[in-house]
């Protein structure tokens, strides 16, 4: 159960602690692995951002839900019988028993186990056993299932459970710009294949959002034997000279976004030829631009939702669109939810479809790539929650790209590189996405209802 901390005083100086040292490129450790900081930020973040659920592809046909989460609550996101989509809180309105017994289905109606109270999948009470004799005096219409805030982006469906605060658009901002490009490329937009991967590991939330927020420095370890495989298809990779100088970092306040560029303008991920003739007409032409020199994209929409949108590095497979969800299940321990998704034009091409799972599956549980990482993730989360970074208040460091930490960033200004700030190597060398990152945090666990807004 979510409870605000006994000592909120601590969690609230540990916010303007990190807030302070971001100015200098330091942050205290144990923000990472903390009950009190965790706790908090169920309230403070995920009770007021607007949060990933899944994507309206999931939710064709009325009656198709899936269980989904905003921070730990549990709720049923579902198209109703008229083709609404809904979020509720899986909580029967009688005595708060769960009514949802699959992760996912088709149904019209939810009938509770405990006491048999049934509910359209538009929320509103069907009946119960004996209404007639039990609750004579009853307004039916005063029961109504608890319902998250729903919108949507190009068929990204997001959920808040604050009735206050900036709409969807608006708490995206400028990186609207940018999921154009990415999940809005071609015409029929793009479509889940399959049933989502699913894992718990111990680390924190914040430690994989960073991560994917623009890190590409952690690749140069990291990922150093998986990179080194000899006798795969590099594809567009083979044409970056060297992919230091074909990285770029973009952020704005709160999400970021890094990705690699070809000099080549018919580069398009690796994506069939055809591609070009899809683009969607809405797209500028710098975004058209941008995408035809993609290699390779990533970055996290604040706070807990990442993306992959490529051909896998080291030629591991794709092009593929891989969304991931932070899902938050305790202090110290985060469940991946990771969604395969590919243009809908291309759904049918099962040569592409090979292709594009091995890119996909390079990041699950058996990849080469996600066992490097979790294994530096959960090293992470439990030294951070170490009693000596308490006791001496111990700072991290991400000073990458500030003053004179180095000079091979450049800031670049360009319009076929979006509305926001920009830099040139910036993945390798700029921690900026981080410090954007946690600036945010900071934000939103002090109380901003939008950390994209004005400061």
């Known amino acids: ?73 549990p709720f049923i996101v579902t198209r109703d019988e008229n083709g609404e989509m809904h979020a509720f809180l899986d909580s029967c309105m009688h005595r708060g028993a769960q009514f949802c017994t699959a992760e996912t289905g088709n149904t019209s109606h939810f009938r509770c186990p405990y006491h048999g109270w049934t509910y359209k999948n538009d929320g509103t009470l069907q009946g119960m056993p004996h209404m007639n004799e039990a609750y004579q005096d009853l ?11 729903l919108a949507t982006y190009h068929g990204l469906i997001f959920g808040r459970i604050a009735d206050e605060g900036p709409s969807l658009t608006e708490y995206l901002g400028d990186f609207t710009w940018y999921l154009d490009v990415l999940f809005n490329a071609t015409e029929g937009g793009l479509t889940v294949v399959g049933e989502p991967h699913r894992w718990e590991a111990d680390y924190d ?7 994917f927020s623009g890190d590409s420095y952690h690749v140069l370890t990291t990922h150093q034997a998986s990179l080194e495989t000899k006798e795969l298809e590099l594809g567009p990779w083979e044409e970056l ?31 069939p030829e055809e591609i070009e003739e899809r683009m969607h007409e809405d797209l500028t032409q ?6 035809a020199r993609s290699v390779f994209h990533f970055g996290t929409i604040f706070p807990n939702t990442s993306y992959i949108h490529g051909i896998q590095s080291g030629g591991w497979g794709g092009p593929w ?24 034009e291309f759904a049918d091409d099962e040569e592409f479809l090979d292709d594009s ?42 000073q990458q790209g500030m003053g004179d930490m180095t000079d091979l960033t450049e800031t670049v200004d360009d319009p076929v590189y979006g509305p926001a700030e920009t830099t040139w190597q910036g993945g390798y060398f700029d921690e900026r996405n981080s410090r954007m990152f946690y600036q945010a945090w900071c934000e939103m666990m002090s109380g901003a209802a939008n950390p994209e807004g004005e400061r």
């Open 1 to 73: 159960m979510a409870t605000e901390s006994s000592d909120p005083s601590r969690t609230d100086r540990l916010v303007e602690r990190t807030e302070s040292g971001l100015d200098s490129g330091r942050f205290p450790m144990e923000i990472i692995n903390d009950e009190e900081v965790y706790q908090a930020e169920l309230r403070r973040v995920f009770a007021r951002a607007w949060v990933y659920l899944g994507h309206t592809s999931e939710f064709e046909e009325p009656g198709d839900y899936a269980r989904r989460y905003i921070g730990e609550d």
């Open 139 to 149: 307004d039916e219409e005063e029961i109504q299932l608890q319902e998250a805030n």
């Open 205 to 211: 939330w914040k430690t994989a959002a960073d991560n």
């Open 241 to 271: 000279d060297d992919y230091l100088e074909a990285a770029y970092l973009s952020c704005t306040d709160s999400h970021c976004a890094a990705y690699y560029l070809s000099e080549d303008p018919d580069t398009y991920m690796g994506y």
């Open 286 to 291: 710098e975004q058209r631009d941008l995408f």
């Open 321 to 344: 669109v891989c969304l991931r969800k932070w899902q938050p299940r305790g202090c110290g321990k985060t469940e991946t939810i990771s969604w395969w998704l590919v243009p809908e």
């Open 357 to 398: 799972h091995s890119g996909w599956n390079s990041l699950s549980p058996a990849g080469a790539f996600e066992s490097d990482d979790l294994t530096v993730w959960e090293g992470i989360s439990e030294s951070s929650g170490a009693l000596t970074h308490e006791l001496r208040g111990t700072e991290g460091n991400m």
